[in-house]
């Protein structure tokens, strides 16, 4: 089996979501990890946002390793077609894997998992735990009340500016993905050409 190209690791929610463009941008994530040679590292479900960007990671070519709890597998909610599928003993075992096989971290739309997944990655980094690109798709505006509220912890002295300069924010997954993967130090167009 060929070493991947680059190992990202995103977090989203286990729903679709109301807008049809958090499905269609789970898609094109997938697609996109799986085109460039990439290793999707996600939460192991089959439902929503999860189940969409697995299987369009390993429809494109890709590799999905999926890392869940017992506790949601008993729940029948894990992605048994993955490439990989660890089943794990909790939450904090779950996500202390998951950073450890990814090369950088992108949060799609999501709810509270998604929230806390994408926060800790970001508070590592600022505490020099882990030196790997953050990313955040603000995929329809989803984000922005984040954002601003964010910005709000700036003004009123809670964060500093360089805090934010941590994370890489945008809109379109074309933009993103790549910046992510190139921050990480690795080349998804290098991998093509030695396909």
Known sequence: MTEPAFSLCVYCGS????DAAFAETARTVGRWIGEHGGQLVYGGGRNGLMGIVADATMAA???AVGIIPKALVEREWAHHGCSELHVVDNMHE???MM???ADAFLALPGGVGTFEEFFEVWAWRQLGYHDKPVGLLNVA????GLMAFLRTGVEQQFMSGGQMELIR???HADRLLPELVQAAGLSPAARLDAI
Do not use: V
């Open 15 to 18: 729903r679709p979501g109301a």
């Open 99 to 101: 950073a450890e096989k």
């Open 169 to 171: 924010t945008d809109s």
């Open 94 to 96: 779950r996500k202390r």
């Open 141 to 144: 505006g989803y984000y922005d």
């Open 61 to 63: 070519g890709g590799r």
